[in-house]
């Protein structure tokens, strides 16, 4: 497709199940990023890619969420053992090489914790 | 201090009015920076880019960076009720690294 496109769009999830959000980005693109959003809040940084290495992974809350990025392009963002405070609003960007280029968004991935 | 600081708003001006949102960054090594467009319920949408000082015009939106001054502002002409928005900043500080945001300025264009 022509951009990032993120599945599934919503999801809901019983707490202390485990889920799999994922993102394909722009074909080309090498940078990946995962953000989340909770409601009325600002963008929070989980983690970055570069091909399928992740320079920088500050931004995962806890052990319990882990990202792959496999072949340079998809990359799937799990989270283990879910809990209410992960209800938000999943993003992934991807840019064509990185820092100096633009990113673009997908859709999100809606995650509720019920 | 925050890496990226914009005042949360609401700004409100009336349509056809010039909107003018402003952002300051705290790492003087700050390479790339970015205006992003939110509607609320949707994803981030890019609006300009702009990585050397000075101004870029796009249509009815300017950027303006300064780094000496570590500041960077949109300037929206002929301000429409579709404009309002959330609006963030974004910067990138070079290789290996995150595109930080800002928290966003919230605009509201009243007719």
């Known amino acids: 497709g022509a951009g990032v496109s993120q599945s599934p769009s919503n999801k809901v999830t019983e707490k202390g199940k485990d889920v799999e959000l994922r993102c394909d980005p722009i074909?080309?693109?090498?940078?990946l990023y995962w953000y989340r959003q909770s409601l009325g809040q600002g963008l929070e940084f989980l983690i970055y890619f570069q091909g399928n290495s992740a320079p920088d992974k500050s931004g995962l809350p806890s052990d319990r969420f882990s990202a792959e990025r496999t072949g340079g392009s998809v990359s799937t963002l799990t989270i283990q053992r879910t809990q209410q405070e992960d209800s938000a609003v999943y993003l992934c960007?991807?840019?064509?090489?990185?820092?100096?280029?633009?990113?673009?968004f997908g859709q999100g991935t809606r995650l509720t914790v019920v | 201090q925050k890496e990226v600081e914009q005042n949360s708003g609401p700004l409100s001006v009336p349509e056809g009015a010039i909107a003018s949102l402003n952002c300051t960054y705290s790492?003087?090594?700050?390479?790339?920076f970015f205006w992003y467009r939110q509607y609320s319920g949707k994803s981030p949408e890019l609006i300009m880019s702009i990585y050397s000082n000075g101004d870029k015009e796009d249509g009815r939106f300017t950027a303006q960076l300064n780094k000496a001054s570590q500041y960077v502002s949109l300037l929206i002409r002929d301000s429409q009720p579709s404009d309002s928005a959330t609006y963030l900043c974004?910067?990138?500080?070079?290789?290996?690294?995150?595109?930080?945001f800002g928290t966003g300025t919230r605009l509201q264009v009243t007719l």
């Open positions: 974004a910067l990138n500080t070079g290789t290996a690294s995150k595109l930080t």
């Open positions: 074909s080309g693109h090498t940078a």
């Open positions: 790492d003087r090594v700050s390479q790339s």
């Open positions: 960007a991807s840019s064509f090489s990185g820092w100096d280029t633009e990113a673009f």
